[in-house]
């Protein structure tokens, strides 16, 4: 910033030197075309040097300018930017070198401040300034000081009738002009009109009481001059003092409105701020709005992916359920088969069971068979060898032989009869031990299709477990990515929905905590809610504050201009009864004029009888004060006391008047 501004100086030096440059060469041109020779006061203006501080000042202070010198000048003059302020202050100007000077002044706009004074310029050349004056609207100061331009009233006229159109001059020095009371008049006139004129110099003329007396009236319409000197114009006193007490007047009114002026702008600019401020809330609401509504969106983005992740887990429980039916059928299927095997089996083992036990009967009839079989072969063996012992009477006894064979043929027969007997019996115990591995062989490839089966059954379960546990594993791989995914995502945006987040990772481990969640969610929600239903009610009511104060404020201003308003109208009454008394004043002047012939004592009654007329419109303007002072409010106490001084200032000037009148009444 600091570069910036030494950058724009030096650019402004730059250019400043440029058009001194320009000037002084314009002014060298003119005066090689006129044959005059150059003043050493421009030639010695600085050339172009960015680092010198050009000065925006063109003095010609004591220099004696000619006629021609002058014309140069102000061919210079005409259309340059670089001086601010000519000063020709004792140059022996004359009528028609003023007119020259003003003549180029018309087309400059660059001269704020133009002095003339201690010059002869005389009603042409007031005529001159007269003219710029009606044209030039850049030109704040012009100061006319010991001139001559009050030798004829013309020329002070229209000095008087450019300032009733002019609206940027300032300054105005008419100091020892001799200016005549008419020519006064003229300039109080034109007072009328002007409201931007602030100091007028009219020190050392001839105004007079009848210029004194126009000008008290001129400023009682004029509410801009805040400096007027009269001193050492033959005014009376009492009107000098009445023109001290209007312009003091005028500053007091102009301290009031620059007052109202910055209590207006600092008004405006606590507006300003609070207007700011409410900008600041607004954009604050409008944020949180924002806000909230990215709450709320992402909220609606993670209730429809909860939405999804709820679906794809009904779907998977769905999956896990038809798992389970179709697990809980085969296990049913399973468990009829055990059943079934078992019911088998147990059917297998009865038969085997009973073939054991026809077996082991079996198995005691052939060893009782065998048993007597054996009894037989040992009978038999005691037979035949009680027959080999009885041989020798067997002979002898062939009848009891031929019985013995008989019997032995019967013997035989029957062990015949017995080996058939345990040839069907070990024909039996055959098929019964076929039957017996059959039924093994059977409740063994029963057995073995049992397990078979459920061997088969384990594995279409373990396929089952193992295709639910690889779908229930993928599906926990796609919620951990979609969470890791949406936990990224999550981590980038504020740290509020870090509870979100939270809930979306409680979601991986715990399915069942997602209704306390979205719960949790919509508390937020509400609490969201809330908050803005709050800062919206925290706005409203700082814009019916603000509302309010900008009414009050307004309010304050009406009454405050209500107030400057009355006290205006106050004052103009005051001034009224003020020149009415003047104007009685005068009359009982001019009545005692008249009667300075008479006695004393009618000379006293006569001084009585004013007195009297004097006390009565003093306690009539007593009454009228009082009656003013209980209008105005103690906040324009200040008003009060400028009334309090005026009306002891109107006081004294009575009494000095009365005084002055007895002084000369006594002499």
Request: with cysteine; glycine share 2%.
């Amino acid at each position: 910033g600091g570069r910036a501004r030494d950058h724009a100086r030096s650019g402004r030096r730059v250019a400043v030197g440029v058009c001194m440059q320009g000037f002084r060469e314009r002014y060298e041109a003119a005066c090689a075309a006129l044959q005059v020779p150059p003043l050493s006061c421009v030639t010695s203006l600085p050339s172009l040097d960015p680092g010198m501080v050009a000065t925006t000042t063109l003095d010609f202070s004591g220099v004696c300018l000619p006629s021609q010198a002058c014309v140069a000048l102000a061919q210079a003059l005409r259309g340059d930017t670089t001086f601010s302020e000519l000063v020709l202050a004792d140059t022996s100007l004359n009528d028609a070198s003023c007119a020259v000077v003003c003549d180029a002044l018309k087309d400059n706009k660059c001269v704020r401040t133009l002095n003339l004074c201690g010059n002869n310029i005389r009603q042409k050349g007031a005529v001159s300034v007269a003219e710029l004056l009606k044209i030039n609207n850049t030109m704040t100061s012009l100061s006319l000081e010991w001139n001559n331009i009050g030798l004829w009233d013309q020329g002070v006229e229209t000095v008087a009738e450019s300032l009733s159109i002019n609206s940027t001059l300032r300054e105005l020095d008419l100091r020892n002009n001799k200016i005549s009371p008419q020519a006064a008049v003229s300039v109080a006139h034109a007072l009328h009109h002007n409201t931007t004129l602030e100091k007028l110099d009219l020190r050392w003329n001839h105004v007079g009481l009848l210029g004194g007396k126009a000008l008290i009236e001129a400023l009682k319409h004029n509410f801009s001059l805040i400096a007027l000197d009269v001193t050492g114009n033959e005014i009376p006193e009492d009107v000098a003092q009445a023109i001290e007490l209007a312009v003091l007047r005028n500053r007091e009114i102009l301290l009031t409105q620059r007052k109202n002026k910055e209590a207006n702008q600092q008004h405006q600019l606590n507006m300003q701020q609070l207007q700011s401020k409410l900008d600041e809330q607004n954009e604050l609401d409008r944020h949180n709005r924002e806000h909230c509504e990215e709450l709320k969106s992402q909220l609606d983005e993670t209730k429809d992916t909860y939405t999804v992740l709820e679906e794809k887990y009904r779907q998977e429980q769905q999956n896990n359920n038809t798992f389970a039916a179709k697990i809980a059928e085969l296990e049913s299927t399973l468990r009829v088969a055990r059943e079934e095997g078992a019911t088998a089996l147990a059917q297998s083992r009865a038969k085997f069971d009973k073939s054991a036990r026809q077996l082991a009967v079996s198995k005691q009839e052939t060893q009782a068979a065998q048993t007597k079989y054996r009894q037989l072969q040992e009978r038999y063996a005691q037979i035949r060898s009680k027959l080999n012992d009885t041989h020798s009477a067997c002979v002898a006894r062939d009848t009891t032989l031929a019985a013995a064979e008989e019997k032995m043929t019967q013997l035989a027969a029957s062990e015949k009869e017995w080996h058939d007997k345990y040839y069907s019996l070990e024909t039996t115990n055959k098929k019964l031990e076929a039957e017996i591995s059959t039924s093994t062989k059977a409740g063994n490839e029963a057995k073995e299709q049992f397990r078979q089966e459920r061997n088969t059954h384990e594995t279409q379960l373990r396929k089952l477990q193992e295709q639910t546990e690889a779908r229930v594993s993928e599906i926990s791989i796609q919620l951990k990515k979609q969470e890791e995914m949406q936990s990224v995502k999550l981590l980038q945006r504020d740290k509020s929905l870090q509870d979100l987040t939270t809930e979306r990772e409680l979601l991986r481990s715990q399915n069942g905590q997602l209704a306390q969640e979205v719960a949790a969610l919509k508390k937020a929600q509400e609490v969201l809610s809330l908050q803005q239903e709050r800062v919206s009610q925290v706005a409203r009511e700082q814009q019916m504050k603000l509302e309010r104060q900008t009414t009050d404020a307004q309010a304050q201003v009406v009454k405050v201009e209500g107030q400057l308003q009355a006290l205006r109208t106050e004052l103009s009454q005051m001034e009224a009864r003020l020149m009415v008394m003047q104007s009685e004043r005068d009359k009982a002047r001019h009545d005692l004029e008249v009667q300075q012939q008479l006695s004393k004592q009618s000379l006293d009654s006569l001084v009585v009888q004013h007195n009297a007329k004097v006390a009565a419109l003093e306690a009539k303007l007593a009454n009228q004060e009082q009656v003013a002072a209980q209008a105005v409010s103690q906040e324009r106490a200040h008003a009060e006391r400028q009334l309090t001084r005026l009306e002891q200032a109107l006081e004294k000037a009575l009494k000095l008047a009365f005084a002055e009148a007895r002084a000369k009444d006594a002499s």
